[in-house]
């Protein structure tokens, strides 16, 4: 799939320069053809021979150096180039880019290049969340750079939080899936719910369900590889965020429902695959319940309807649901299509081996609001996502 693409690998001044070094690695092993430009300041974390003998080709710095053969540097490489990956970007490098600074080899470079330009971030916490910063990441993603991460973690200046460079071997998933898919999804901005809710009773317990969050990650990953902004709100799971969408970790049902209404009205489509909690706690002790004789009654209390809200107010977005249910799947779910408002639900039946919680692979039904039905025979979330969403894009088509 890569080989024989012309990748151009931009690397800034950061110590998230290192991993640079496999993710050249990674593309050479995928038959790519590799040219590297490093700034100034990358050359103090990492050695241009280390990338030259990784990439089997001359790094490039200097806007000036012509000791190989005259050209215009940053000219020829911008033409040659199918895809530039910057990696680690620093918030200098945005900045510059999103003003359109060109004043040095690699600036000059993205600035002058027709190709794709994927971009990953790597800086302090501070740094990314600064408004300046998420300004100029937006106005690009507004122009149509791409953005892989960054993700959570341990920083090496010693703070946790967002900002961590994502690893070469996601960077390299994406650009092959960037490659392969069609990018009918282009231009739309995407909202994926996913995962469990955790209704909190007392500092140790908490009511939730079986869900992975697989389906919902599997369908985010997708929407971003066939080019959506992507919004991924997911309750507690144990699978990494997919490259390149603006994740948000909720916990609650409230939580969930807060997160989903800030960011509905900058979305085109919604698709819930959340299994929310209807009901919580009325009262969440303070201290740990203690075991008694007898038994214990907990009284409950109904959470928003989180899909009901959006089909109220949803105007011309694509809205879709999804019904897991253990009897009377399809009444169900073309009762909850119809009640919510929604254009598209998926019915599975959770008492099916393949299908229920917790499951690799999935099967079932899609019922649209035209009453058409399509039958899903067993198969991995991430080809029942793609299916999804070739719906999706079948309804923006024909909204046009």
């Not at 959570?152 to 960037?178: F, H, Q, T």
């Not at 309750?235 to 609650?252: A, I, Q, W």
Request: hydrophobic share 40%; charged share 25%; glycine share 8%.
């Amino acid at each position: 799939m890569l080989k024989d693409k012309k990748i151009l690998v931009g690397i800034c001044g950061g110590i998230a320069a290192y991993k640079s070094a496999d993710l050249v690695s990674r593309l050479r092993k995928k038959g790519a053809r590799i040219r590297v430009v490093m700034t100034r300041n990358a050359r103090e974390f990492i050695s241009p021979l280390t990338l030259e003998t990784l990439s089997e080709d001359r790094v490039a710095s200097d806007m000036f150096s012509f000791d190989r053969h005259w050209e215009i540097e940053h000219i020829s490489l911008a033409k040659w180039a199918d895809y530039i990956i910057v990696a680690p970007a620093t918030a200098n490098f945005i900045g510059k880019a999103a003003s359109g600074i060109a004043d040095d080899l690699l600036t000059t470079t993205v600035m002058a290049s027709k190709a794709e330009v994927i971009i990953v971030p790597a800086m302090n916490t501070n740094m990314y969340i600064n408004t300046i910063v998420q300004e100029n990441i937006q106005g690009l993603v507004q122009k149509g750079y791409l953005f892989i991460g960054p993700v959570k973690g341990g920083l090496a200046c010693g703070d946790k939080g967002m900002g961590k460079m994502v690893e070469p071997s996601a960077i390299v998933e994406y650009l092959e899936g960037l490659i392969s898919k069609r990018q009918d999804l282009s231009g739309k901005t995407v909202l994926v719910t996913a995962g469990p809710t955790r209704e909190v009773l007392d500092p140790v317990r908490y009511l939730t369900n079986a869900s992975s969050g697989r389906m919902g990650y599997s369908i985010a990953r997708a929407a971003a590889q066939r080019g959506a902004k992507v919004y991924l709100i997911s309750g507690p799971t144990h699978l990494p965020p997919p490259p390149s969408v603006e994740f948000r970790p909720v916990v609650s049902a409230v939580e969930m429902y807060n997160a989903v209404m800030e960011l509905f009205p900058r979305c085109d489509a919604v698709i819930k695959t959340a299994a929310v909690s209807d009901y919580r706690p009325d009262r969440v002790h303070n201290e740990k319940i203690k075991k008694s004789e007898g038994r214990i009654v907990l009284e409950l209390v109904r959470n928003p309807d989180i899909l009901f809200e959006l089909g109220k107010n949803k105007g011309e977005k694509i809205l879709v649901g999804f019904a897991a249910e253990s009897e009377r799947l399809q009444e169900y779910a073309t009762d909850k299509l119809k009640n919510k408002n929604l254009d598209l639900i998926v019915g599975n039946d959770i008492t099916r081996e393949g299908a229920g919680f917790g499951s690799e692979t999935n099967q079932g039904f899609l019922l649209d609001a035209r009453g058409e039905l399509q039958h899903l025979p067993q198969m991995s979330k991430e080809q029942m996502a793609d299916i999804i969403l070739d719906k999706v894009a079948f309804f923006f088509e024909s909204k046009k």
